[in-house]
């Protein structure tokens, strides 16, 4: 069972509350990208053993996205954080250094 | 003219709680932003009661106020008058960014009275309704078995279960269950 906290209500949702909405911290490709470019965006993503981050959406709930830093092989979550984030808070980027030293950064 | 009528006409079921229908509620949607001043002193000078922190319900006589997300709140009062009260908002909420809508027709209200309500509760919604997470005054939006529903609490020993009027029968059919006679966890 994977329970994030939800940024908004600050109550621990149930996966089963939750809409998966994946990866997070795309970059969106628009007019004058190249066809590499917009296949990447649309098709390539990390889906990584480890760490990741995704979106997920309180739908049950408060009904907002937001972004959440987990473990993809222990289901360790590491922190959640509002969706207009362009990239994880510090604290949570240190909180996995600790964590995972062997980790190579978010991005 | 034909009298409004409740989804299930106030079934009740007995078991190791009592789970009733709820008599009709107001209830108005009211998005926008819930920090503006105006929206504020709207929804006060409308219920009497203050616009509730994430997850609670402030309540002022036979009106209240739920947070439902952090741009949306519920606003409870008499059915008779919702209709009235809506455009009340409307009307002090001119030139602010906002919505109102009179949803008291797509709502059903259940009422979950006695000691084990809390058991009743756990047994439908992953939601955490221990003491700790849920008490007086705080409203949760989770799912109840397969549908959306909220549960809150305004006073010890009971909660109301709020859900959409097309699913009340469902919803019903699960409280009821969940409360029978004999099948208590005793978790709580
Ligand atoms: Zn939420």
């Known amino acids: 069972m994977l329970l994030l906290e ?31 470019e917009f296949e990447e965006y649309l098709f390539m993503r990390e889906n990584p053993r480890g760490v990741h981050f995704e979106r997920w959406r309180h739908a049950y709930g408060c009904g907002k996205w937001f972004l959440a830093a987990r473990d993809t092989m222990t289901l360790e979550v590491f922190g959640t954080y509002p969706a207009q984030s362009k990239k994880p808070p510090k604290a949570i980027e240190n909180l996995i250094k600790k964590k995972r030293p062997d980790w190579k950064g978010w991005a | 003219m034909s009298e409004p009528q409740t989804a299930l006409q106030g079934a009740t079921a007995q078991g190791f709680v009592t789970v009733s229908e709820d008599g009709l509620h107001g209830m108005i949607s009211l998005r926008g932003d819930l920090n503006d001043p105006k929206l504020k002193a709207a929804v006060a000078k409308l219920t009497g009661a203050e616009v509730p922190a994430a997850g609670r319900i402030s309540w002022k006589g036979d009106r209240g106020v739920a947070w439902m997300s952090p741009d949306e709140l519920l606003v409870i009062g008499p059915y008779s008058s919702a209709g ?47 003491m700790d997470a849920f008490g007086i005054g705080q409203i949760r939006r989770s799912r109840f078995a397969q549908v959306a529903g909220a549960c809150w609490m305004l006073e010890e020993g009971s909660a109301r279960v709020v859900c959409f009027r097309s699913v009340a029968g ?19």
Do not use: M, Q
């Not at chain 1, 209500?9 to 990208?33: F, I, M, N, P, W």
């Open chain 1, 6 to 36: 939800c940024p908004y209500c600050g109550v621990a949702a149930d996966e089963t509350e939750l809409a998966a909405g994946g990866e997070a911290h795309l970059k969106r490709e628009t007019v004058g990208s190249l066809d590499a």
């Open chain 2, 170 to 188: 469902y919803i019903f059919g699960l409280l009821e269950h969940a409360a029978r006679s004999g099948s208590e966890v005793g978790y709580f």
């Open chain 2, 84 to 130: 009235k009260d809506a455009l009340v908002l409307s009307k002090a909420l001119k030139g602010v960014h906002h919505l109102v809508a009179n949803v008291s027709d797509a709502r059903a209200v259940f009422r979950i009275e006695g000691a084990g309500f809390r058991e009743v509760l756990a047994k439908l919604t992953p939601a955490d309704v221990s």
